[in-house]
């Protein structure tokens, strides 16, 4: 079942069932100014909040107490022996995902792997459990998914559910290989800047990219730091990390209708339709001419 709502402050939820304790909401405040938004939500379940744009503030204890989660990062809330009902003040141009799963739901999914996830281990079931993280672009892709869901209605559950497994498993996702303790990367709060600077410059450069000895140098990071330290914070090497977005953005482009194949191909750096064709239905298993006519 689906429910649409409008809060008093015009802030708009769109709330989407998808099983028994598994429920996604999308939030996006599009006005001039801050909204609030505010559900009702009991300690039976885990909250899963994804900030894919702007920021929001949650409010807790009646204002006693904030936090912010800013654009590209993730918070997860359990508290088992109170419930935490959303409050949030929205920024405005702000968009929220949220996945609500009840433990005994969430249980069914991980109860072998209960040492992996912190609060399911034996001892931590009945404490509270808050942390918050980036969101990775993995995750982004799926995240801009949901968000600007365009499919036939007939299907939206379906495909809701399976982003939300989606989610949930690049979530828990850890590399076998992936020493979090031992990372220097995220420690080291000057490399995570210079890390991040160079996420920043690959975006804004997508359509003609430095080359990675190019990358290091202009952040003053060697290579092999550079390469180690972006896959650790963002979980893809630089390239792999490039090409997710970058077919997310021609994606996005495509959608508007606004810009032919050759036009969006251009605009997210390839020179001939062919490669950018190729691109496409390698991140997207079809065309970009079949996926805009699956618009219509």
Known sequence: MEIKLKNNALGILEETSIEEGFTILKFQNEANENQRVVRDIDSNYIQFHFCVKGAVTFNFNNGSYALSLSEENSLLLYN?????????????????????????????????????????????????????????????????????????????LLYFKAKAYELLSLYFNRPEDAD???????????????????????????????????????????????????KQIYGEPVYAFLFDYKMEVARQLLATGSHNVNEVGLKVGYSTASHFIAAFKKKFGTTPKKYVTSLS
């Not at 303790?181 to 920043?200: G, H």
């Not at 359509?207 to 952040?219: A, D, R």
């Open 80 to 156: 088992p022996q109170r419930d935490l009902p959303m409050n949030l003040e929205m920024e405005k141009d702000s968009w929220l995902i949220t996945v609500l799963i009840s433990i005994q739901k969430f249980h069914s999914l991980f109860s072998k792997e209960a040492d992996y996830i912190p609060f399911l281990g034996e001892g931590n079931r009945d404490k509270k459990y808050y942390t918050d993280g980036n969101i990775s672009p993995s995750m982004a892709v799926v995240l801009n998914q949901i968000t600007n869901y365009s499919l036939h209605q007939s299907i939206k």
């Open 180 to 230: 979090i303790e031992q990372c220097p990367f995220l420690v080291d709060e000057e490399n995570v800047i210079k890390i991040k600077k160079a996420k920043e410059i690959i975006i804004a450069r997508m359509s003609e990219p430095p080359t990675l000895n190019e990358l290091s140098k202009e952040i003053g990071l060697p290579l092999k730091k550079l390469k180690d330290g972006f």
